[in-house]
Nanobody, 123 residues
Framework: QLHIVESGGGLVQPGGSLRLSCAVSGFTLEHYAIGWFRQAPGKEREGVSCIRSSRNFTNFADSVKGRFTISKDNAKNTVYLQMNSLKVEDTAVYYC????????????????WGKGTLVTVSS
């Protein structure tokens, strides 16, 4: 089984930045699509960003376009989510998930999930 550990969450003021890390073990990151998802209090889990297992294709939810970026370091088996210009509505538990040889990140089809890291945006 692929083991996933998210880190980097915390309390930040509106307009601030955080970088989340998704460290994977058990298989080579190059072979997986990695997605970031989030679940805000009282809301359904939603997709935030995805990076494909090949050609580094990425996509983002409309709500975070221009503010968030996703990247990966295959040598470190780590995927990052850089979050800038954070808004109160970004408050959520952020999850990292993996899909072997994935060409996308279907929320209902991801094979492996981390336990999440809490991001709280508040003044």
């Amino acid at each position: 089984q692929l083991h996933i550990v998210e880190s980097g969450g915390g309390l930040v003021q509106p307009g601030g930045s955080l970088r989340l890390s998704c460290a994977v073990s058990g298989f080579t990151l190059e072979h997986y699509a990695i997605g970031w998802f989030r679940q805000a209090p009282g809301k359904e889990r939603e997709g935030v960003s995805c990076i494909r297992s090949s050609r580094n294709f990425t996509n983002f939810a409309d709500s975070v376009k221009g503010r968030f970026t996703i990247s990966k370091d295959n040598a470190k088996n780590t995927v990052y989510l850089q979050m800038n210009s954070l808004k109160v509505e970004d408050t959520a538990v952020y999850y990292c998930a993996a899909l072997m040889y994935g060409s996308g990140c279907p929320i209902g089809g991801m094979e492996y999930w981390g336990k999440g890291t809490l991001v709280t945006v508040s003044s």
